[in-house]
């Protein structure tokens, strides 16, 4: 009997040790699996959440691009309202009269432009002006050496650096004007206000919070798709 006694004390106590066992293994095997639900939640999420930023980086890169080819547009359009052939291969100068009838048409057909002139490649003397809310502007002699210029006589179009004037943002264009032989016999240049890139950009929001800037060397703002600031930091080497 007290044998017996013995073996079922020793049963119970072995029974119970391995309820308890069965217990925390059950308990541990729970907790694994919740963890391993947990992760495959997280990496789930994490997924999504990667590839929605992947998604909005494109679109704000897509949006961005536009933006750009709408400005390259723009100056493109600029320089090529700017070229002038003269079809005539004898005529190697344009009279006065001629000149300032297509200064005047230039002007009239482009808002943005504030000045036209004609220059002589001899000296650098405009022959001919207009400016816009002047009657009769003052002819200048620019030289040869003026930048826009000296690119025209060289045979390149000239898109000048940016620059403020009444707080508003300009930049000088110039063309070479050939005859039908593309011999050099005249220079137009003139001065554009870039308030009319403000379209291009305004509606170009990156998002809730996101804005695009079209800035100058130093900072200034000359466009953008935000009203806060009109000057933003520029890295500087």
């Known amino acids: ?12 106590i072995f029974s119970a040790i391995t309820n308890r066992l069965e217990r925390k293994l059950a308990l541990l095997l729970s907790l694994v699996a919740v963890l391993a639900l947990a992760v495959l939640g997280w990496l789930a999420i994490r997924t999504v959440t990667v590839a929605r930023q992947q998604n909005i980086a ?3 890169w897509q949006l961005t691009n536009q933006s750009v080819d709408r400005l390259r547009k723009f100056i493109d359009d600029k320089i090529e309202n700017f070229r002038i052939v003269v079809a005539d291969p004898n005529v190697n100068a344009i009279g006065y009269e001629q000149q300032t009838f297509i200064l005047s048409g230039h002007l009239a057909s482009d808002p943005s ?16 002006r207009v400016v816009r809310g002047y009657e009769k502007p003052i ?16 045979g390149q179009n000239y898109f000048g650096p940016v620059f403020f004037t009444d707080n508003e943002p ?31 950009i305004a509606q170009s929001n990156l998002g809730q919070t996101g804005f695009l800037y079209v800035v100058d060397n130093n900072g200034r703002v000359i466009a953008s798709s935000s009203q806060a600031g009109s000057i933003l930091p520029v890295a500087t080497d």
């Open 139 to 154: 002819h200048r002699v620019l030289g040869l050496d003026e930048p826009a210029v000296a690119a025209a006589l060289r």
């Open 1 to 12: 009997a007290t044998l017996e006694l013995k073996d079922n004390i020793i049963v119970s």
């Open 170 to 200: 300009r930049i000088i264009l110039s063309s070479p004007v050939v005859n039908q032989q593309g011999s050099i016999i005249g220079v137009l240049r003139g001065e554009a206000n870039l308030r009319a890139v403000a379209p291009l």
């Open 58 to 60: 494109e679109l704000e």
């Open 113 to 128: 432009l504030v000045e036209l002139s004609f220059i002589q490649p001899s000296d650098g003397f405009e022959t001919a």
